[in-house]
């Protein structure tokens, strides 16, 4: 009965070369968030989405971005990932924005070689 | 400007005793703030939550003080047991969920 499932647990990539993290989430929720936590930091909000409406944060690099075809998906598109992009990517759901309760996925942990 | 703050990496308890894990927060008018847990492999869980209408909350083993003067919150668990080994955020409530750093709590037997 997972509620957000994020595939794949682990990815690794080469640097430079696009990829693509997916979550998804039977919960219904209307915000999808997504976070990225490098080693001994705190999780750090890239951007959301409420419903459709996409919600990027200031200093979120244009690198990435982000795609919700619908309620149940959202996709974690890095373009041209660094070696400064290798971090713990948390999706998370919530039913509004600001809610205090979210639900995390279990994460999937970037390599980039 | 990191508005949340978690000030020991980790922290190592005997079974049975006090857990007190500690976060001090800035630039907050709306005092509320969660606890999650976070498990090797899993993702961040709720755990217990407070806001500024109180000064603790309590749920079950888990207490959660808010001091809004010192700008300071504290989660106490008792009795600790091993399986509440993990890592422990705090987060403050804005627009948006501010995580601090996180604490390895330890319980041994």
New interface residues.
């Given amino acids: 009965d997972a509620m957000?499932i994020?595939n794949p647990?682990y990815q690794v990539t080469q640097f430079g070369k696009p990829v693509t993290l997916s979550c998804s989430q039977t919960l219904n929720h209307n915000v999808m968030y997504w976070y990225q936590q490098k080693s001994?930091?705190?999780?750090?909000?890239l951007f959301?989405y409420y419903d459709k409406d996409f919600n990027n944060?200031a200093d979120t690099p244009d690198n990435f971005q982000s795609r919700r075809p619908n309620t149940s998906f959202c996709f974690l598109d890095i373009r041209s990932p660094g070696l400064g992009d290798a971090a713990m990517y948390?999706c998370?759901t919530s039913r509004e924005?600001?809610e205090?309760?979210?639900?995390?996925?279990?994460?999937t942990r970037l390599l980039v070689l | 400007d990191q508005q949340v703050k978690q000030n020991s990496p980790s922290l190592s308890v005997q079974e049975g005793r006090i857990s007190i894990l500690n976060c001090d927060y800035t630039n907050s008018m709306f005092d509320y703030f969660l606890w999650y847990k976070k498990y090797p492999a899993e993702g961040p869980t709720f755990l217990i939550s407070i806001s500024s209408i109180k000064d603790k909350n309590e749920d079950g083993r888990f207490t959660v003080f808010l001091n809004k003067s010192a700008k300071h919150l504290s989660l106490h668990i008792v009795p600790s047991q091993p399986g509440d080994s993990a890592v422990y955020f705090c987060a403050k409530v804005t627009d948006k969920l501010i995580f601090g750093t996180g604490t390895r709590l330890q319980v041994f037997p």
């Fill in positions: 957000v994020q647990r001994s930091q705190a999780p750090k909000l959301h944060e948390l998370a924005p600001a205090e309760t979210q639900y995390f996925g279990p994460g």
